[in-house]
């Protein structure tokens, strides 16, 4: 009932910059938060940035200062301008929507994911 769309994924040369979009479409009631994790092979799946509905935003440690999360709430779009791309920064990114629905339950909905790769 929720789709998640990603955009903006590529190969880019470390040092360079790529903005991924994330437009959240379907029966949305309200989207309490957006975010971004990510997963390189062999890795667990970790947070990158997230932002609520209400602007606060958290950055993982190894991206704070490169990254910036930001929402478009009439949208219900979501982009991470990546900065100062790394090597490290090589994974899959996939777009997560905390969706909260009429009976107040919570649900996690996924995007299909978009490869970032960064050379060297």
């Known amino acids: 009932q929720v789709q998640l769309v990603e955009s903006g994924g590529g190969l880019v040369q470390a040092g360079g910059s790529v903005r991924l979009s994330c437009e959240a479409s379907?029966?949305?009631?309200?989207?309490?938060?957006m975010g971004w994790y990510r997963q390189a092979p062999g890795k667990q799946r970790e947070l990158v940035a997230r932002?609520?509905?209400?602007?606060?935003?958290y950055y993982a440690d190894s991206v704070k200062g490169r990254f910036t999360i930001s929402r478009d709430n009439a949208k219900n779009t979501v982009y991470l301008q990546m900065n100062s791309l790394k090597p490290e920064d090589t994974a899959v990114y996939y777009c997560?929507?905390?969706?909260?629905?009429?009976?107040?339950?919570?649900?996690?909905?996924w995007g299909q994911g978009t490869q970032v790769t960064v050379s060297s």
């Open positions: 379907g029966s949305i009631f309200r989207i309490d938060a």
């Open positions: 932002i609520t509905s209400d602007g606060s935003s």
């Open positions: 997560n929507a905390v969706v909260r629905h009429h009976d107040l339950s919570t649900r996690n909905y």
